[in-house]
Each structure stands twice: as C-alpha cells, then as structure tokens.
C-alpha cells in the first residue's frame, strides 16, 4: 500500500519543520517503549517532537492495517454506509484518514485523544486533506475511561495496550455503547491478540456479532493454542519513514491483529478467512482457513480444480476465501 498522497504530503510538510536529529531522537525512543507494551502511567506522546516522529514513523503503519481492517469490513458488509466515525485514542488521526478513504459516505469525524499535541498535528496534517469530512473533523482533548460520543463507526487502533486490563474493558464498553459498529486493532503479536480476544468476548457477550476477520461469533478456535490469529499490511516507506526507522527496505509489512463487531443486520453466509500465507506447490494450493462454523481446516486446492485453482493461487493472507460467492467445488479436499 502506498500512503494516501494528500498525507503522505502533510507528513512530510510537518516533519520539515523539526531538525532531524530530534525526531530521531523522539523515534527512538518511541520505538522503544512500543517493543514493551504495558499500561502508561503518563502519555507516552510527550509534547511536539513525539506526536511528528510518532505521525513519521508510526503513523504509515497503523494507517496500512486500519485501511486493511476497513476494507474487509466494507467487503463484508457492502452496504455499510457511517456517516459518523469516533476515532479513540486517534492521536495523530490514522484511523481516521483510513476510514475517511474506506467509507465516503462519512461526514462528521471525532478524534478523541489525551494528547493535545498530538492532535494539534492531526488537525494540521489533516487541513489540505481531499476528503471534506477530515479537514472539518473536530479533534477533542479527552482521557479514557469516560464516555464516548455516539457515531456509527467507533475505531480503536493501537490504544488498548497503553491500558490496565480493566480501562481496556471499559473502553471497549463504552465504545459499543457509543457505536453500531466497532473496530478494534492491536499490533499482530501474541499479547496484542490476547487483548482482541479479550475485547471480542465483551463484544459479543453485549450482543454484537463479529464482522471480521472471523467468520463467525463462535470462541476462536485459535485461543488455547500455541498460534494466535493475525494478518499483514504491506507499507511503502517514505525516505523520511526508511531514515527514522534506520533500514534500507523500501517497505515494512505491519502485523496486527483485529476485530470488527456490529449490531447491524449482516448478509448471512460469511466466507471463511485465511489465516496464513497459503502455500503454493506444483499444481497446490494450500491454505489455513478459519471457517463459518467456528473452526479451522486446511484446504488443499488442485490444478483440476480450474478457476478455483487459479483464484487460490491468487489468494493472499487474510482474504476472505472463495474470494466471491462460493463456487460449487465438489472435490475441494480437507486435511
Ligand atoms: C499508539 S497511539 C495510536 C494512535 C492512533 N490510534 C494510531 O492508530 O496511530 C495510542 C494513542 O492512544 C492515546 N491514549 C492512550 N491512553 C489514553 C487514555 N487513557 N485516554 C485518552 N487517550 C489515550 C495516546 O495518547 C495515543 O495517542
């Protein structure tokens, strides 16, 4: 994925603005205390060099498994339209950007944030913005737990790990009280995924059913073993992005684990979800998927298979799976 140009842009605009030596300073150690998630007793955004190295640095990413996350929601659920999004612990507006993309039908945007600094710079990233609804949104100064103004769409990326396991619940709570809608994104480790299922469960115990990744609202049949259920958004870096992150590659692949849950009516019939990069073989396809019914199979697809051959080899991690309206596949084998 390449960064929307409009932010990509603003990014670089606010960057010029510090001396480098500072940013990479600040990136540093953000990237530091990022590698040990654990609740932050004070912001960990301390002021303007934070919230521009954390926007430079960080922000690509989270933008890439949000518009990820985004996505299969819309192909999910086709006829999802918010006009309103609350963005939680929105920061520098990722979330916000990404859904202001996924969803042109949003009109009114809220980011809510304990960091004025940072959302001083969300408001300036997003003032040359092409979407309407971004250069309008309002950025309001709050500290969770506490309410949250009502919207269609509640996104919460990257916020639960800065809390104790009890805010975490709460927050979630009053987001599902807030919206129909509910999106949940944690960074793709074993922790991060031990705190979506942790919000999955309060999701479904207040009656939501799940949208995405899983196709179902069953337990998750990954939880008790040694796997854990998370996807992957491939970001191109900027030279900005590539010097503050101090590699040479042309793009980083975030890892992240999510949940998307509604009180919204769904289509029913939701296609499976592959879980892994499937593996192709001479005249193979094979692929881990996570199934309607609550568990999980490998499928092995053949080159006798035709079109399903070809549109398995096609498939990618993460991708619903048959990509369009089940073809009957009468010898698709099971392992
Ligand atoms: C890692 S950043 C994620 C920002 C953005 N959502 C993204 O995906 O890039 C976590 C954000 O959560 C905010 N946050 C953490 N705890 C909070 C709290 N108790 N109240 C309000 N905001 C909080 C932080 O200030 C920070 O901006």
Redesign the pocket.
């Given at each position: 994925m390449d960064l929307p140009p409009d932010l990509a842009a603003a990014l670089d605009a606010a960057a010029s603005d510090l001396p480098l030596r500072e940013l990479e300073a600040s990136a540093e150690r953000l990237i530091t205390r990022?590698r040990t998630p654990g609740r932050?007793d004070r912001?960990?955004?301390a002021g303007r060099a934070d919230a521009v190295a954390?926007a430079a640095y960080?922000?690509p990413a989270?933008w890439a498994a949000?518009s990820a996350v985004l996505d299969a929601v819309a192909e999910r659920l086709p006829a999802f339209a918010p006009r309103s999004l609350v963005?939680v612990?929105?920061?520098?507006g990722?979330?916000a950007w990404a859904a202001s993309e996924a969803f042109e039908s949003l009109k009114e945007i809220l980011i809510?944030?304990?960091?004025g600094e940072?959302l001083e710079l969300g408001r300036r990233l997003a003032g040359d913005a092409f979407s309407g609804a971004l250069r309008h949104a309002e950025w309001r100064q709050?500290?969770?737990p506490g309410e949250i103004p009502g919207a269609d769409l509640a996104t919460v990326?990257?916020?639960l790990s800065?809390?104790s396991p009890t805010?975490q619940e709460a927050l979630v709570r009053a987001a599902a009280a807030a919206a129909e809608t509910i999106a949940v994104?944690e960074p793709g480790t074993p922790d991060g995924y031990q705190r979506i299922l942790a919000a999955r469960d309060v999701l479904i115990a207040l009656g939501l059913r799940v949208v995405a990744p899983c196709p179902h609202s069953a337990a998750c049949p990954l939880a008790g073993t040694r796997d854990w259920c998370h996807f992957a958004a491939r970001i191109h870096r900027s030279p900005l992005h590539r010097r503050l992150k101090g590699g040479d590659l042309g793009h980083e692949d975030e890892k992240f684990s999510y949940v998307v849950a509604t009180r919204a009516p769904m289509p029913a019939g939701a296609p499976s979800r592959i879980l892994r990069h499937p593996q192709i073989r001479k005249g193979l396809v094979m692929m881990q998927l996570c199934e309607p019914q609550g568990t999980t199979a490998q499928v092995l697809v053949s080159k006798r298979q035709g079109d399903v051959y070809r549109a398995a080899r096609d498939a990618e991690w993460g991708d619903v799976w048959p990509p369009t309206a089940p073809p009957a596949s009468p010898d698709q084998s099971r392992t």
């Open positions: 990022y932050a912001p960990i955004l954390y960080r922000m989270t949000v963005d612990g929105g920061g520098t990722a979330a809510l944030d304990q960091v940072a709050a500290r969770f990326s990257y916020v800065e809390l805010d994104v």
